[in-house]
């Protein structure tokens, strides 16, 4: 049987190792948001935070406990990173979805005020995980190898102690299909609603960092039409891409921007439709145009991204 010492990872494997092995999109490796729309569910978790019990070895998910604690003195990618920890375990507790989970093994201490980690070793666990109950203080219990019993409702639990408790409502599951924890308010809904579902993870498509959280425990992002509508580019999911505000507002207003339009052509959208070059040109050719013609910054699109 396999015990808590066992689990010790033994190798150094990248992340991008890890999510390739899982077929999730690469973000940002500092913000460990990996999540899709298919229900592939990653975390890493520290095997110092693992314990074992009558053969049964699990963790309790205090991600979200840990940020609040941290709050003033924490980066604020590290609360991020916190709470797109805690949010994708709470979308596989309702969801019932195995979590894969890479284990890590390295420093973590105090450097004056502020917690500081370093993975020395990490591997990914060949064996799944399962959110599957919540211990007498509220937390989350991640077993090894154990999925929820046949007929439990998480969701429905955890709506019913929000009704006694007195405390808000959990945010509503989402359903494999439309799995997003995005939220971009637009115009055209079926265009954002497929955007959405492709940044499901809440992560910004440019620089991998997590939306901030709105009040319904999704992630905000808005929708960027690449080449604008009014210098040639359609309303197609190829031009458009979900991004965090500070990149929305640098992609029309910073002196970098037409870098920006460049990268998010190649480096995003391209990669993301790697079948569709002729497309991909097409924009570059409009791209040059509009590096070419425009004098002032163009105008900020309405277009914030909302559930
Ligand atoms: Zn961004
Ligand atoms: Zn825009």
């Not at 960027?224 to 992609?251: E, F, M, Q």
């Not at 995003?268 to 991909?280: I, N, S």
Request: hydrophobic fraction near 35%; charge should be negative.
């Amino acid at each position: 049987m396999t015990t808590l010492k066992d689990l010790k990872p033994t190798k150094k494997q990248n992340v991008e190792e890890i999510t390739d092995e899982l077929g999730l999109k690469m973000t940002n490796k500092y913000d460990w948001c990996f999540s899709n729309e298919s229900g592939t569910y990653l975390i890493f978790e520290w095997h110092d935070d693992m314990l074992e019990k009558e053969g049964e070895i699990y963790f309790l998910d205090q991600a979200s406990d840990w940020a609040e604690k941290n709050r003033s003195t924490a980066l604020t990618v590290q609360i991020n990173r916190a709470y797109a920890v805690a949010s994708v375990i709470l979308q596989a507790y309702y969801t019932k979805a195995p979590l894969n989970v890479a284990i890590i093994e390295g420093v973590r201490r105090v450097v004056g005020l502020r917690e500081t980690s370093e993975a020395h070793l990490r591997e990914l666990d060949s064996q799944k995980w399962y959110p599957h109950h919540r211990d007498e203080n509220g937390h989350i219990v991640v077993i090894r190898g154990k999925p929820q019993a046949e007929g439990f409702d998480a969701y429905a639990v955890d709506q019913r102690r929000a009704k006694l408790t007195g405390s808000p409502p959990p945010p509503p599951p989402s359903k494999t299909v439309e799995l997003t924890r995005t939220a971009i308010y637009e115009r055209d809904p079926q265009v954002v609603r497929d955007v959405k579902r492709r940044a499901a993870s809440g992560c910004c498509e440019f620089c991998g960092k997590l939306g901030f959280p709105t009040p319904q425990g999704t992630y905000y992002l808005e929708a960027h039409h690449v080449i604008p509508l009014n210098l040639g580019g359609s309303d197609a999911v190829k031009n458009v891409i979900a991004i965090c505000a500070d990149d929305h507002r640098r992609a029309h207003f910073g002196a970098d921007r037409h870098e920006l339009r460049d990268e998010m052509i190649w480096k995003v959208l391209h990669k993301l439709y790697p079948d569709d070059t002729e497309y991909f040109e097409d924009l570059d050719v409009k791209s040059i145009e509009i590096t070419k013609s425009e004098k002032a910054p163009g105008k900020l699109e309405d277009v914030r991204m909302d559930s």
